[in-house]
């Protein structure tokens, strides 16, 4: 499933936010809000409602695909440019549901928050 823009920006904010400083993130950070990492997602799906579920799972693998894009060396931009615009599979979201959180992402700024407190997390910020 690509969801170029919408995830492109998303992206893009929550990268040059994570990699900006860790005070704009621990702000955001606030406890029984989405896990930070594989590790801990069994236990963020306890404490969150069920309708967090879905959530959560956008809010961990955006972030994690975020990371792993940080964390790659890219001798072209253009396949730099192309690795932050391939949105990550969602298995458990339907297409609905990923476009719904993509847009989200640019239009509410609480939940552009909880992606980067997300992100800071799974970059090990």
């Known amino acids: 499933m690509r969801l170029a823009g919408a995830v492109a920006g998303a992206v893009l904010l929550a990268s ?4 900006g400083g860790g005070d704009a993130s621990d702000s ?3 406890p ?3 896990a930070g990492s594989a590790s801990t997602s069994a236990s963020a799906g306890t404490a969150a409602a069920g309708g ?3 959530r959560d799972e956008f809010l961990r693998l955006t972030a994690a695909h975020i990371c792993t ?6 001798d072209d931009p253009a396949e730099l ?3 932050y ?3 990550p599979d ?4 339907s297409d609905a549901q990923a476009a719904a959180f993509s847009k989200k992402v640019t239009s509410d700024p609480d939940f552009s928050a909880l992606l980067l407190a997300e992100v800071s997390r799974a970059c090990g910020g």
């Open 16 to 19: 040059l936010a994570a990699c």
């Open 28 to 30: 955001s950070a606030e």
């Open 32 to 34: 029984g809000k989405p």
């Open 52 to 54: 967090d579920s879905a």
């Open 69 to 74: 894009v940080q964390g790659t060396v890219y």
């Open 81 to 83: 440019a192309a690795a």
């Open 85 to 87: 615009d391939e949105a």
């Open 90 to 93: 969602y298995p458990s979201l």
